[in-house]
């Protein structure tokens, strides 16, 4: 039966990989893998009870993470709604090509490291279409920003939610992860953002044209954008604070983060009809929210922990260090592989093959994959759900960027890795 459930598992992850090709929502297919899997493996079992026992504890573990992400998600999507982030981008009014790629690139760095990629890079497309009417230059802005969220969003606990999942199972912890791989993180950013300073020709067209298109938000601000954006941010920047000196799981931090900004939108124009006021409460972001997404991981989740309560991915550890036998080597390969394979069951499955007895909080193999998880995925646009939302946006071509964009996102890559493993060879 071990060899029925790591074919399911295997097919599952071949539909999740070719989602566009044979037009299936990748969701569907987790969840379906989860559910054979765990139905496989009770129906082999001599103990069912034991089964049921393995897979409470696993969805104990996997709610945390999805708890955190529907708040994270939500606080996110109802800072968008008050169109808080325009207190950022409307401040970038530069008309110098090298200058803006520049300003935009770090902006979408440092911002995609208190969102999330995927919010980042939507909110930062936005923003070019508004300054950058040329589309081909707009396509090379569009592919930086891919580059610099998934870099940004790599080196803090809240930025990827590969990073997000480490954190919440107890392999990183929120200090050591942004002071080792702030650097790394930065040249992964950078090595392609100076290679397109020197490089990259053309300008940023007629700035008349821009006016067409207002690129997600209108010309009317809405009231009380700058307070949800601070407190939004504050919120989400206070999870780590609250998790180091409660000691409780961070999605509890989230929900009290999500809690104020709900009663917040509440106490703002609280007299107006209550048709108008929905589109800028916590009732309404919820509804707006990509609850597919949370599904998806909630699938993969419980598909990879069947395979973790079976001890398969122990056994494959043990074979992979066998056979390749370099850790620093399986993990940047792990990286690679995340440009065509989701991260999130990568990085999943990284976590039910290495046990925290044997390799402990902030271990080499913890910090390096949260590095190679997050950023390998922009070698390729469709490695990352910033990619991906990127992709439909701007209409990017796969071929396109992989001929203009990946060659330089993997010497990023691979500049960082480098970077991790010298500063961890210094440390250590």
């Known amino acids: ?86 207190l950022v981008t409307d401040r970038i009014q530069t008309k110098n090509a090298v200058k803006l790629l520049w300003l935009v690139c770090w902006v979408t760095f440092f911002l995609s490291s208190i969102l999330d990629n995927l919010t980042t890079s939507i909110v930062m497309v936005s923003l070019i279409r508004k300054l950058i009417p040329n589309k081909d230059m707009r396509m090379f802005f569009a592919g930086m920003i891919v580059i610099a969220a998934n870099a940004g969003g790599a080196w803090t606990p809240i930025g990827d939610v590969t990073t ?38 053309g300008t940023l067209g007629d700035s008349s044209a821009a006016a067409q298109d207002q690129g997600g938000y209108g010309s009317e601000k809405i009231r009380g954008g700058s307070i949800m954006l601070f407190l939004g941010v504050g919120a989400l920047v206070f999870v780590p604070v609250f998790k180091t000196v409660t000691h409780l799981p961070p999605y509890i931090g989230m929900l009290l983060g999500l809690g104020v900004l709900w009663v917040v939108s509440e106490m703002i124009n609280p007299h107006a009809d209550e048709a108008l006021r929905k589109p800028y409460t916590a009732a309404g972001a ?9 599904l998806f991981f909630l699938g993969i989740l419980l598909a990879v922990g069947a395979l973790e309560s079976m001890t398969i991915l122990h056994h494959f550890a043990v074979w992979l260090d ?107």
């Open 1 to 86: 039966m071990d060899v029925v459930i790591i074919l399911v598992f295997v097919v599952g992850y071949m539909a999740i990989a070719l989602e566009h090709p044979i037009k299936i929502n990748k969701t569907a297919s987790a969840l379906l893998t989860g559910v054979l899997c765990w139905t496989l493996y009770a129906m082999s079992s001599d103990n069912v009870e034991g089964v049921a026992e393995h897979l409470n504890e696993h969805l104990a573990q996997t709610a945390q993470i999805l708890f955190f992400l529907l708040g994270a998600m939500t606080i996110v999507e109802l800072v968008d709604a008050y169109q808080g982030f325009r």
């Open 164 to 201: 997000t999942m480490l954190w919440i199972g107890g392999q990183i912890s929120t200090v050591n992860i942004m002071k080792v791989l702030f650097i790394p993180s930065v040249l992964c950013m950078l090595v392609p953002l100076l290679y397109l300073t020197f490089t990259m020709k």
């Open 286 to 294: 919820l509804q707006r929210i990509d609850t597919s997404s949370v």
């Open 322 to 428: 066998g056979t390749v036998g370099s850790q620093s080597v399986i993990v940047t390969l792990i990286g690679l592989l995340s440009a065509v394979i989701d991260n999130v069951p990568l990085v999943a499955a990284s976590m039910g093959m290495y046990s925290l007895e044997a390799y402990p909080m902030d271990h080499f193999i913890w910090e390096y994959l949260a590095y190679c998880a997050g950023t390998g995925g922009s070698i390729l646009i469709i490695g990352s759900a910033a990619g991906v939302a990127v992709m439909g946006m701007e209409k990017i071509d796969f071929i396109w960027y992989l001929k203009r964009v990946s060659l330089i996102a993997m010497l990023g890559y691979f500049a960082g890795c480098g970077t991790y493993l010298v500063i961890y060879q210094m440390i250590h």
